[in-house]
């Protein structure tokens, strides 16, 4: 009977999880972008399909703000012809899609999305597998998503998608150990690779970006201001992650990979119908994956602050404590703002060339995510070493980094050029 109960609990978890909660936030977050566009280019949107009223004998339509619009799209999608062009590798043609798109659902299984929910004395954690390894985990399965990518541009057969897979390539590698590096300090800072112990360390003594309350507060912990000081690494890890989770999602600026305007389509040229669907899935579920990490790691997952906390985990209606829902509206608030962020960023900034795009990855990015791990390390061990040893290990970061600064600036020199 236990056996039972446990195996219900587990199919809830990820049939609510993976497709009642993060499989539609793909063509809510399609709405959003839509939505947010016009909004940006001073133009209407999409604000017509709705209920059609007038088919039941209705004088007018119910537009319902637009809101059916994605589903439109997905029918219209799921009728077209399911075309295969001769000229294809066809095993690898039809892989491809899929070996885009599961990673990415795959990678939800050990986010955690709200608090506990207790259920006559048993307590259930809102994500589906509580690893230990949480982000090794993600980095390890989200890293598969770059065959996909690349399978497709090959094996179709064509110039333009073999460009978009090899520039694809190049780029989730030189953007994989930047976004490593960046979670490094994090990492360190929470002693834990769990990422329901980090979300919990995060709700009773401050976010990361927010050492406010707790034992991160100097008043406290006695005056300890090892927190606050961490918050400049926290920063830079937080910047570095949330650039490299662009150019790992291939979006705005970082899209060289299906650039319109110079590969057509990219990678995705050749193909039409639910497979090219499972392409435009796969990246928004890699964006919305990309924006729950960037919360759970940084911005404090499903905490709201510890009197929220401590009044939703009370929270109780007959013996079901419900606390754990009130959570999970807050990450999910919290993540749908991220994304809109993600669109802002699309709409607004330009796209890179293909050099800065890499310059920045190995030049700027990778060097600073290494300095920013011994910084991290620094002022943790800070307690430890004593003033002496902190001012001397800093003076010999701040060296170290000065002379790696120069070194690059000396390599990016480039000959004057000669004249006849």
């Not at 009977?1 to 399609?30: C, E, H, Q, W, Y």
């Not at 201001?225 to 918050?231: D, G, M, R």
């Amino acid at each position: 009977m236990d056996l039972a109960v446990t195996l219900l609990v587990i199919l809830a978890k990820v049939i609510g999880l993976t497709f009642l909660v993060v499989l539609p936030l793909v063509p809510i977050s399609v709405y959003f972008e839509r939505r947010f566009s016009a909004i940006i280019q001073d133009r209407v949107g999409p604000n017509r399909v709705g209920v059609p009223l007038t088919l039941l004998g209705a004088k007018k339509d119910f537009s319902f703000f637009g809101l059916i619009q994605p589903m439109a799209d997905g029918v219209k999608l799921f009728l077209k012809e399911d075309f295969t062009p001769s000229h294809v590798r066809k095993a690898f043609y039809w892989l491809a899609p899929a070996l885009t798109v599961v990673p990415s659902l795959v990678t939800v299984c050990v986010v955690p999305f709200g608090g506990n929910i207790e259920v006559n004395g048993q307590i259930h954690k809102l994500v589906i597998a509580d690893l230990d390894v949480g982000p090794l985990f993600i980095f390890a399965i989200s890293s598969l998503a770059v065959y996909g990518i690349t399978l497709a541009g090959w094996s179709s057969n064509s110039k333009f998608p073999f460009i978009g897979g090899v520039r694809s390539t190049a780029q989730m590698i030189s953007y994989e150990i930047a976004l490593g590096l960046s979670v490094v300090p994090v990492l360190l800072y929470y002693g834990d690779l769990n990422l329901s112990n980090i979300v919990q360390q995060q709700s009773q003594n401050g976010w990361l970006l927010l050492p406010l309350w707790g034992n991160s507060a100097p008043w406290n912990n006695g005056g300890d201001y090892t927190a606050w000081i961490f918050w400049i690494p926290a920063m830079i890890a937080f910047l570095i992650f949330t650039t490299s989770v662009f150019a790992e999602t291939n979006r705005m600026p970082f899209d060289l990979p299906e650039c319109e305007t110079e590969l057509v389509g990219g990678y995705h040229t050749e193909y039409s119908s639910m497979k090219f669907a499972m392409f435009f899935m796969g990246e928004y579920a890699a964006m919305v994956i990309g924006s729950a990490m960037v919360v759970t790691l940084f911005l404090g997952g499903w905490s709201l602050g510890p009197w929220f906390d401590n009044w939703a985990a009370g929270l109780a209606i007959g013996s079901v404590k419900i606390g754990g829902l009130l959570n999970m509206a807050v990450f999910m608030g919290k993540v749908v703002g991220f994304i809109l962020f993600f669109i802002l960023v699309r709409w607004t900034v330009p796209r890179f060339r293909y050099d800065q795009l890499m310059r920045l990855g190995w030049v700027i990015f990778f060097e600073a995510a290494l300095i920013n791990v011994f910084l991290a390390a620094l002022v943790i061990a800070a307690p430890q070493f004593g003033a002496a040893a902190t001012v001397g290990g800093l003076i010999l970061l701040v060296i170290v980094t000065a002379a790696l600064v120069w070194a690059l600036k000396v390599s990016e020199k480039r000959p004057k050029p000669i004249s006849i």
